[in-house]
């Protein structure tokens, strides 16, 4: 039952993020991102996708380029649209 329950409920993925690119599976009818600029969710200017796991996205930020501040890392819903700091 459970092995028949996984298979018939899987929800597939539309496409992923290359880094900061959105990359369509289906090239032929390609979904539209779930976000345009990763960068515009976050109050800092450079985003790094570090991980993702069940279409979550493990971010973390730094500030303007040659600054000292410490990266924040953030886990971000694309799809929701919501994230929290991790601290």
């Known amino acids: ?5 996984d298979i018939n409920n899987l929800s597939k993925s539309p496409g992923l993020f290359a880094g900061d690119v959105y990359v369509p599976y289906d090239v ?3 979904s539209p991102p779930p ?3 990763l960068g515009s969710y976050f109050n ?21 380029k040659g600054s000292k501040g ?18």
């Open 28 to 30: 032929e009818n390609p």
């Open 1 to 5: 039952f459970t092995r028949r329950y």
């Open 35 to 37: 976000c345009s600029n």
């Open 44 to 64: 800092r200017p450079r985003v790094r996708i570090m991980q993702s796991c069940n279409g979550l996205l493990l971010c973390s930020t730094h500030g303007p």
């Open 70 to 87: 410490a990266p924040r890392y953030y886990v971000f819903n694309p799809t929701t649209k919501q994230l929290a700091l991790i601290s």
